[in-house]
């Protein structure tokens, strides 16, 4: 999973496109304008590495555009994904969380675009923008409190809970509303269900089975559509 080559792409975006997400959303248009100066932008197809588990942390993204899979390796040698990462968000960056190597590998799950900067510049920008410290560490914490809360879900809930959970999530987190409900708006198959939520491919392929008879949702080719989300809610909460 080495990170394929990319082409320069966006050359000079404009710096009001930015400021509603959360590294911005506190800065000065002036601000923007010298972080942006900064940073090469890239498209990645999908499938392609972004950055490898255990690589050494050269560079920090901000995802454009596209949907990225964090993805753990166990010591056996399979693939975990961890968490899903929409479009406007931050990632790889490993000085946040005290590190010099990536501590997961990201992957494109949708053709993609992201903006990197050189890590080197992490310290600068979290020393001379209060705005982009604040919110990029609030965005740390934001995904050390779902793992941990997957966590407890692994320890005290039942499979069937731990499933409708995490499809709540991806709903909330990148779902599209389409006519006959909300759309996880990326590629999602059966077995990414499995690692999120440390069961079988056989037992997600089982619920939701059960759960399409009972017009809960819809699953068509890497695509899943919540039919009822109350009922998900109802089912992740007994």
Do not use: C
């Not at 982009?132 to 069937?160: D, H, P, W």
């Not at 999530?169 to 990414?192: A, C, H, S, Y």
């Not at 440390?198 to 059960?210: C, D, I, M, N, P």
Request: hydrophobic share 40%; no cysteine; proline share 5%.
């Amino acid at each position: 999973m080495n990170e394929l080559p990319a082409r320069r792409t966006l050359p000079r975006l404009d710096e009001s496109l930015l400021t509603h997400l959360p590294p911005f959303s506190r800065l000065e248009p002036r601000d923007i304008r010298t972080i942006l100066d900064q940073a090469t932008s890239r498209r990645y197809d999908e499938g392609v590495a972004i950055f490898d588990e255990g690589a050494e942390a050269e560079r920090f993204f901000m995802l454009l555009d596209g949907y990225v899979r964090v993805v753990r390796i166990t010591p056996t040698g399979e693939q975990v994904t961890a968490l899903h990462i929409p479009a406007g968000q931050l990632l790889g960056i490993a000085r946040a969380i005290g590190r010099d190597t990536y501590p997961a590998t990201a992957i494109t799950a949708t053709d993609s675009v992201a903006l990197s900067w050189p890590m080197r510049l992490w310290d600068s920008f979290v020393s001379d923008y209060d705005g982009f410290s604040t919110e990029s560490y609030k965005t740390v914490g934001k995904r050390v409190s779902e793992l941990n809360n997957r966590i407890v879900e692994m320890a005290t809930q039942q499979v069937e809970q731990r499933v409708a959970n995490a499809m709540l999530r991806l709903i909330n987190q990148t779902g599209r509303k389409v006519d006959n409900g909300i759309e996880i708006d990326f590629p999602i198959t059966r077995q990414d269900l499995s690692e999120l939520t440390a069961t079988t491919l056989h037992t997600v392929s089982r619920l939701l089975s059960s759960w399409e008879k009972q017009g809960l949702v819809q699953s068509r080719r890497k695509r899943i559509t919540v039919l009822d989300p109350h009922a998900l809610v109802m089912l992740s909460q007994r």
